[in-house]
């Protein structure tokens, strides 16, 4: 059982580092955790290249060194799968809201 909570999670964190990852190569600030030490809402470019790849990397380590992964087990694949679909809708709800995704044709 604690082998699929890892996966889950795994995939929140493959999820979540991505949209950092994006942002940071394209040279865009974008919010982290971190971003409030500094009194800012939003992190460097290149932090958000190191965050994502943080993110990546403890994805990598929960699905491949936590159980036996086998990604051509539905279970094993849809419980990864289904933490990084419910991270991904709950950040564009949340990005939504920042950046104005959730009013269509709105532009910021």
Do not use: C, Q
């Not at 289904?82 to 709800?93: D, I, P, Q, S, V």
């Amino acid at each position: 059982m604690i082998d699929y909570v890892a996966w889950f999670f795994a995939g929140a964190l493959a999820a979540n580092g991505v949209p950092h990852f994006v942002a940071g190569v394209s040279g865009r600030a974008f919010p982290t955790p971190f971003a409030r030490f500094y009194g800012r809402t939003e992190s460097t470019a290149w932090f958000n290249v190191i965050w994502a790849a943080l993110n990546l990397a403890g994805a990598y380590a929960l699905i491949w060194h936590v159980g036996t992964f086998d990604g051509g087990n539905l279970m094993h694949a849809g419980t990864a799968g289904l933490g990084a679909l419910l991270l991904a809708l709950a950040m564009a709800g949340w990005f939504g809201k920042e950046y104005g995704g959730n009013r269509p044709g709105s532009r910021s």
